[in-house]
């Protein structure tokens, strides 16, 4: 896929926009080709390109069957033991630790019993919206080709582990999502070549991976481009709402105007919605992975190993292994041992996986406390439109929050209450 910087920069057509979609990640496309199936023009800006960041290397799954909310998983009281180990599911960086709490503080808030059933509520919802705007999306950029269709399955090292995601699976099945709980045979038939550690697992028919998530990202993005959109390789730092619009000030020191504009710049989002009034708790949680090649263990479908906070995917470009969580904010150097950690126990699991010649990568995913993204009109005007704050789940919600955006800035009625997910509920 190519990456087209857009025009240069003393271009005078690209003084003014209809909308300005911030962030040309696969938030920023997906609402980029939603507005153009609107009847709208778009110019997407991003400093680094096409899906140049957090969307080049994530684990490449529509996971719409995860509604719940990470705080009501009981990660709650996991976190003290997985603190012990700096190379476990989850890592807190010391420095950080001071910025980070007011984050944690919410996290923990979100737990509570009163509030879990409404975060579900609005993640179901959201996910019901997903499963058919991204089959639209799909089917209008002609990716077709691009997407698995062979469910996935989440493993468990015992009988209490299975019994303790019980209440998680009770409500997938209150949602309507299908599920089925394997063991022995069928449980080798799903995925042979599992080490006898684990006894049962989940298999999620509904579950979907995309061949590539780069490729897939970046396919959107030529679509919308071949529609006529443009993108710029630009960073804007300056955002306000204007007299007929909106302006925006980009790095270089020019100034482009805008109609309406939305903000999807994912983990880098936080400082331009406080220009607008809007003090979101954004932070920033750090995935890394690892890309063995596509002949390194015959996989058959995503691997879900939740207890230990990682999963396995096969991608037309190999194995793919990541996940995890290291909270360290935008600007620390990335620790990549915690990817060979993973590694190590991917290993161990599949003990036939050949762990030779593999990529690293680390990406920022843009995290909010309570799970639940951001999308919504910002408190400055009405014609700037937040959409970020997706976590784990941006490609799995790009197609829906795109529609949701385009609803916004068209004026038409929304799809479901948004108010789960307003920018002010903070």
């Not at 939603?34 to 957090?54: E, F, H, I, W, Y």
């Not at 996971?63 to 003290?80: C, E, N, Q």
């Not at 006894?199 to 030529?222: L, M, N, R």
């Not at 479908?301 to 996940?323: C, E, K």
Request: hydrophobic share 45%; charged share 20%.
């Amino acid at each position: 896929m190519t990456v087209q910087p857009g025009r240069a920069a003393g271009d005078p057509a690209l003084a003014s926009a209809d909308v300005a979609v911030i962030g040309a990640g696969i938030i920023g496309l997906a609402c980029a080709q939603k507005l153009q199936q609107a009847g709208r023009s778009v110019a997407l800006l991003d400093p680094a390109g096409m899906a140049n960041r957090t969307s080049a290397g994530n684990a490449a799954a529509f996971a719409f069957s995860d509604i719940l909310p990470l705080a009501g998983r009981g990660l709650i009281f996991k976190v003290p033991g997985w603190l012990l180990d700096p190379l476990g599911p989850l890592s807190i960086r010391p420095a950080y630790l001071p910025r980070l709490l007011p984050w944690f503080w919410r996290f923990l808030r979100a737990g509570q019993a009163g509030r879990i059933a409404g975060a579900i509520a609005a993640q179901a919802a959201l996910m019901r919206l997903s499963e058919g705007e991204m089959a639209a999306l799909v089917e209008a950029c002609g990716l077709a080709a691009m997407v698995r269709h062979d469910g996935s399955l989440e493993l468990y090292e015992s009988e209490a582990e299975l019994t303790a995601s019980e209440e998680g699976w009770r409500h997938r099945r209150a949602a309507g999502i299908g599920f089925e709980h394997v063991r022995g045979a069928r449980l080798a038939e799903l995925q042979p070549g599992l080490a006898p550690r684990f006894v049962a697992g989940t298999f999620v028919p509904s579950w979907q991976t995309v061949s590539e998530p780069q490729h897939f990202a970046c396919a959107i993005g030529e679509h919308v481009l071949a529609q006529g959109g443009t993108l710029r390789m630009a960073e804007v730092v300056g955002i306000a709402p204007a007299e007929h619009g909106v302006t925006l000030r980009l790095r270089d020191g020019q100034i482009l105007q805008a109609r309406q504009a939305v903000l999807a710049a994912g983990a880098w989002s936080k400082h331009l919605a406080a220009q607008l009034g809007d003090r979101i708790p954004l932070d920033t949680e750090r995935g890394y992975n690892t890309t063995l090649p596509a002949d390194a263990f015959p996989l058959r479908r995503q691997l879900i190993f939740g207890a230990h906070g990682f999963v396995i995917t096969p991608l037309a470009t190999g194995i793919r292994v990541g996940g995890a969580v290291e909270l360290a904010g935008l600007d620390h150097p990335p620790n990549f041992a915690r990817a060979r950690a993973m590694l190590a126990k991917a290993k161990r699991f599949l003990p036939d996986l050949a762990t030779d010649g593999g990529r690293e990568w680390m990406g920022h995913r843009p995290s909010l406390p309570d799970s639940l993204p951001v999308i919504g009109a910002s408190r400055a005007s009405p014609h700037i439109v937040h959409a970020f704050g997706h976590g784990h789940l941006g490609l799995t919600q790009s197609a829906a929050t795109g529609r949701l955006v385009a609803d916004l800035l068209c004026a038409r009625r929304s799809a479901f209450d948004l108010s789960p997910f307003s920018p002010q509920r903070f």
